[in-house]
């Protein structure tokens, strides 16, 4: 699997070479992602500001198709047919396969609760405890590898049996203390880094796509 995922991410490293020196990393992680699925396990993913939309747009792509249109297996549909007749047969051919992806900034209800009630830097930390199980695995985003909420999951996702990626720039935030692996690209403007977490994510995304569903 490796291999496939290593071929089809080196399209993103001629795009954009600068981030080859973050390669094994990123092949490493596609890898990660795809055998954390097909296993049946669950992804979480947070970050603050750009980062928290990064988080959405990453699930966006894996809760439905990216550039596959991942149609339902035949006994799926068959079993939609069993529900609901023709309409359930109708809605079973538009529905696609997803992977199953939370960003933890979807529940806006229990996040102004808790940072209410309990403390704004745990709400991260809260979700993932709730809902993740061990074998999970968590994606935190910060630019400056700093942030104290994203920290915070980290630690949270170890005390939980959850595997932990930091995605990040080049400043060495101190966020990497508490995680298991580190994607850093070589930048140190913010939106520069965001830039290349975009090619990033687009691009495990694909590759995993490619290997469960194409």
């Not at 939309?53 to 079993?79: N, Q, T």
């Not at 298991?180 to 140190?188: G, L, N, Q, T, Y």
Request: net charge neutral; with cysteine; aromatic share 8%.
């Amino acid at each position: 699997m490796q291999q496939t995922m290593s071929s089809n991410l080196e399209k993103l490293f001629l795009r954009r070479p600068n981030l080859r020196p973050a390669a094994a990393d990123i092949v490493d992680f596609a890898v990660d992602l795809a055998g954390l699925f097909r296993r049946g396990g669950t992804f979480f993913v947070a970050g603050n500001g750009g980062s928290a939309a990064d988080a959405d747009h990453i699930c966006g792509e894996l809760l439905k198709g990216f550039c596959s249109k991942r149609p339902l297996p035949d006994e799926m549909k068959a079993r939609f047919a069993a529900a609901g007749g023709e309409e359930g047969a109708r809605i079973a051919e538009k529905l696609q396969q997803g992977l199953r992806a939370v960003s933890l900034l979807s529940h806006p209800g229990l996040m102004s609760a808790f940072a209410n009630d309990v403390d704004p830097d745990l709400c991260f930390a809260q979700q993932l405890f709730a809902l993740a199980r061990p074998g999970d695995v968590f994606l935190g985003i910060s630019t400056g590898g700093g942030a104290t909420n994203i920290k915070n999951a980290f630690i949270a996702a170890k005390a939980a049996g959850v595997r932990s990626w930091l995605l990040t720039g080049n400043r060495h935030g101190i966020c990497e203390k508490f995680v298991d692996r580190v994607i850093a690209v070589p930048e140190k403007e913010t939106y520069l880094i965001q830039e290349e977490h975009i090619s990033i994510y687009h691009a495990v995304c694909l590759a995993v796509e490619e290997v469960l569903f194409c």
